[in-house]
């Protein structure tokens, strides 16, 4: 298999010979041989997008720059398409691709970790009715993702509410706008500061999505304040680069607080949730 995608990691510099470089290489590679020649069926062509999005953020993790990997990526995509859908080298790819990541279907969940936080991703509902979520363990606790809304999914950010306490006004999220800050902060040079509050984007170069519905939840006498998303939401936020973060802003009575996401492997846990029989 690594002779089908030789030439697009030599595009990577003369290191790449070995590592998650030659992982993400060779998974974007049988994409694109998919592609061309329709190798995969919709959940283990889903298995292997998750499979090369999780390589693409340890690479990214590991320091290379967005432009690097994109680069690889495009290169190695390139390189499958190229080849010749009877090549027997493209046939054998295909079935260790589909002997490896087969199971990724009959799983139920699975975690990706990022940089600071993870994102849970389940095809039954957890405990809270959560899909996908990540934990927000501060400046308050909260639990952002997908979740189980009357009779459909939707974006929420769940926040616990202490005893008497007012539930927030209102919730935005901020999101660098690709458009006006084409590189992340994470991939800037001389960067000094650290955590997810300095990989967010100044709010001139962010887009806001407001909280279309808010309500109230009380479990088992804790109460819950609920705000919902946009769908389109999630797509927005798995497209930035992963060691990013986003701003949650709350307006809660004493005033606004500050809550960071991680972009972290998003991108990965919604293709897992895709790959699964029938879908």
């Known amino acids: 298999m690594r002779a089908l995608i030789l030439a697009a990691v030599l595009l990577a510099g003369p290191a790449a010979a070995a590592g998650p470089e030659v992982a993400f290489a060779e998974r974007t590679a049988l994409l694109g041989a998919d592609r061309a020649c329709g190798l995969f069926a919709p959940p283990m062509r889903a298995a292997l997008e998750a499979a090369a999005w999780q390589a693409r953020g340890v690479l990214l993790r590991s320091g290379w720059s967005e432009v690097r990997a994109d680069t690889l990526g495009a290169g190695a995509r390139a390189e499958g398409a190229r080849r010749p859908c009877a090549d027997p080298v493209l046939a054998r790819a295909a079935e260790g691709a589909r ?62 509410l202490a005893a008497g306490e007012a539930a927030p006004a209102a919730a935005r999220l901020y999101y660098r706008d690709r458009a006006r800050a084409p590189r992340s902060a994470a991939d800037l040079p001389g960067r000094t500061r650290t955590g997810l509050p300095a990989l967010a984007a100044s709010r001139a170069s962010a887009s806001v999505v407001f909280a279309q519905g808010r309500r109230l939840e009380t479990v088992e006498k804790m109460r819950f304040a609920l705000f919902t998303f946009p769908d389109a939401t999630l797509a927005a936020l798995a497209a930035l680069d992963p060691r990013e973060a986003a701003e949650i802003e709350i307006d809660a009575v004493g005033g606004p607080v500050r809550l960071y996401l991680e972009v972290g492997d998003l991108a990965a846990a919604r293709a897992f949730l895709a790959a699964q029989a029938g879908t």
């Open 99 to 160: 002997a490896g990541f087969s199971g990724w279907s009959r799983l139920m969940a699975m975690r990706f970790p990022g940089g600071e936080r993870a994102w849970a991703a389940r095809r039954t509902q957890d405990p809270e009715r959560f899909y996908l979520r990540q934990d927000i363990p501060g400046p308050r606790a909260a639990a952002f993702g997908v979740r189980e809304d009357g009779s459909r999914a939707a974006v929420t950010l769940r926040l616990p």
